[in-house]
């Protein structure tokens, strides 16, 4: 039998995911911070400074969609926005102290819900895993 629920299963996977990362955050003491803005802090793990264009094509996100999550990391304390010198319409974004604080134990969630993502899994059934989802995607 065909079983036609995969957005359901996928729509509990992310609801499950967002209440670990969001109580893993409470046990460090972080609170008011969303799983979407996890988004926002690994581009600015990788990258020292991004300007609000780039943000939003690396997280797929609109630009109105990506003020809100950078002003909320603001109003937190763990980034912070600065105009170009040159240009006023370009707002560049950095991590703050704080924010670079976070890093060791945001990787420490992120290996946490990849353990309970991948856990049991072959390395090919994760590629299966993966090259699935990516298809299904791209079709939207």
Sequence with gaps: MIRK?????????????????VSELEKHGIKGMAPS???VLMVLYHHERVTMK??????????????????KLVDLGFVQKQKDNNDSRVTYITLTKEGEKLRSMFFEISDKLN??????????????LHNILEKILDRF
């Excluded at 359901?8 to 990362?21: G, P, Q, V």
């Excluded at 780039?54 to 002003?71: D, F, G, H, M, Y």
């Design 37 to 39: 803005h996890g988004d």
């Design 115 to 128: 353990a309970v993502v991948y856990n049991g899994l072959s390395n090919e059934e994760q590629e299966q």
């Design 5 to 21: 629920n995969a957005i359901a299963l996928i729509s509990r996977i992310r609801e499950n995911a967002s209440k670990l990362i």
């Design 54 to 71: 780039q943000l939003a094509e690396s997280i797929k996100r609109t630009k109105p969609t990506v003020t809100i999550l950078v002003n």
